[in-house]
């Protein structure tokens, strides 16, 4: 699918962005990818290893592992935009801090508004954070859909674990995959 004028304008800056630290350890910025006319947005923490190396987001094992279950839950990958609250790898894939989400969050809702999607899957507290919802328990929001502003905008939001938490943890994997069908059964039913 095709990127927007704005996702593209939006990219351009992202990878030569220095408005946080980040940008001194980054090999390369990740905006993100997919095409402006995704009804899904997925929402990550930040770039990892592979990501950092490759300039695209979840293309290592985190990333392998939610593919399969994409597809497991009847989601086309290929048929979202993907990204990640800051676009830059943190020093040994800490977590990002308030200051580093804050100062790329212009970034983020830019390709929010641009795609305007009907659903955004929020992997982990941190993608929950970014988008400025208060996460005490994760467990306890994942699953369900939640209407927030975000930029003074509604959007609809379904919260699911990272795909890291799954892959380690065998006993959450039945969990994750519910939740990636809640997602489906959300994005089915709108299109209807
Ligand atoms: S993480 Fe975001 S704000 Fe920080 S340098 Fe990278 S693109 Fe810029």
Redesign the pocket.
């Known amino acids: 699918m095709a990127e927007s004028e704005q996702l593209v304008s939006i990219s351009s800056?992202?990878?030569v962005?220095?408005?946080?630290?980040?940008?001194k350890s980054?090999t390369h910025?990740v905006?993100g990818e997919g095409g402006d006319n995704s009804k899904l947005l997925i929402l990550g923490e930040?770039p990892g290893r592979y990501e950092d190396a490759s300039g695209r987001p979840f293309v290592g094992m985190a990333g392998k592992f939610l593919d399969k279950y994409l597809e497991a839950a009847g989601i086309r990958r290929e048929d979202a935009f993907v990204t990640n609250v800051?676009?830059?790898r943190p020093p040994k894939n800490r977590k990002?801090k308030d200051f580093?989400i804050k100062?790329?969050r212009p970034?983020l809702l830019g390709q929010i508004r641009s795609i305007s999607p009907s659903l955004i899957l929020a992997l982990g507290k941190t993608a929950c954070e970014g988008l400025d919802i208060d996460v005490d328990k994760l467990l306890q929001i994942t699953g369900k859909i939640m209407k927030i502003k975000f930029g003074g905008e509604d959007f609809t939001v379904l919260a699911a674990f990272h795909p890291s938490f799954p892959m380690r943890f065998k006993s959450k994997r039945d969990r994750f995959l519910a939740d990636l069908k809640a997602a489906k059964a959300y994005l089915d039913s709108v299109q209807s």
């Not at 962005?17 to 940008?23: A, E, R, V």
Request: with cysteine; aromatic share 4%; net charge positive.
């Open positions: 800056k992202v990878v962005c220095t408005l946080c630290g980040l940008s980054r910025a905006p930040a800051v676009k830059c990002p580093e100062a790329c970034y």
